[in-house]
């Protein structure tokens, strides 16, 4: 493949011509992919063309892909309140050095999103920032995400805001959580929830099961969350039958058995949807001891989670910080039923949920250590990795991060809801990886001022060489 482009230029300008040739395409809105070229002119994506024959000889997968720019639904940008640990500048450039072209932020911010004010505040530092990435917010579903009353939601559903989230804690009160799906659903929009049963996660520090034993860290149950889908989808059962419109998506979804609600539930025709985050599909709860292979490494020949200190696969020290994240990592089991519900669809879209932290919430004992991983920069080579073991098909994995999410948002994603991506005549909104080419996770190489990825030191496959949103540049390497 070929890449002609004209001389760089800084982030924010319009891409002023760009042709690749002899590249595979992805293209999820029509169900398409293969050896094709595309050509941007002034910003447009000018032509696409599907290569045939003799011409696409020589042209697989396996190199430089052309895709949508990718779309996560869930990432903490920490502004207003904790732009130590990142800014929308920096989480806008490191979604760009991560393939995302359009992220949505949730609002555990401080103060918390729960009013316009807060979110013309975070609009603006995106527009300072120069970034093209389109940057949408959620917003809260309680007055300072307090869980006690509800917050303005047509205010917020006026200022433009893309559902609802109280995400950093559930909503616990289960009146609330039916008053807001019911108030989110007449004005179009969902509720997303993390579902966690606080009352069974209190002090809880690793996935409940022989790990969190042999560590002796105290379990989290499984059923914490388990237990909090089945009251979400209960709620949701009783509040459609008033509210047609009322829709709810579970994120960051992390067990067997939650995935078999949501299943379920979708087959009875229930508005719910849901997303898995690259950690939960790839990482497991045995990293905690210091194993540091694939989810699907783990696994034996039945399905069932291996031994690591039986398999002498312990390689790194144990206790890593960066590896305390809420939910906790699970099972490979557990990790093996969020791969399959992204196969079968269960899973709807692939959210980062990425989430950095200071050094100082980080370097300290890891049950007081700070949940959450600075993700949205490994995302793609993390599910590359699952698609390089046969574990998911690339259309699969391309399809989560692009128009998965987009459905999800419905009229509220870029380009309303239409299709993603790879359209002639309309701005490029495109990501240009090598699928070949591995990369190393440093800390100076990441973008995010969150460098809690227990991910630093590990090649991934996957380079991005080039993230083009709404015709202007958001990230080009060095030597593309
Ligand atoms: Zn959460």
Redesign the pocket.
Known sequence: MTVEAGAPAAVGARLADLEISRAWLVDPASGREGPGEIVVTDGILEAITWLEGAEADGVDAAGVIVAPGFLDLHAHFREPGNEDAETVATGLAAAAHGGFTTVCVMPNTTPALDEPSVLARIRDAAEASGSPVTLLAHGAVSAGRAGEQLAALGELADAGVVGFSD??APVRSAPLFRNALAYAGMLGLQIVD?PEDATLTEGAEANEGLIATVLGLRGWPAAAEAGAVARDLAILADVVRDVPGARLHL??LSTARSFELVRAAKARGLPVTCDVTPHHLALTEEWLAGARRWSWEALDDDGAARDPWRDAAITAAPFDPSLRV?PPLRSAVDAAACVAALADGTADAIAT?HAPHTEVDKAVEFGLAANGISGIETALGVVLAAVDAGRLTLATAIAALTTGPARILGDRAPGAGGPCGLVEGQPADLVVFDRSATWRVEADILASKGKNSPLLGRELPGSVLLTVAGGRIAYEAAEA
């Open positions: 995400d950093g993390h994120t960051h809420n949920d």
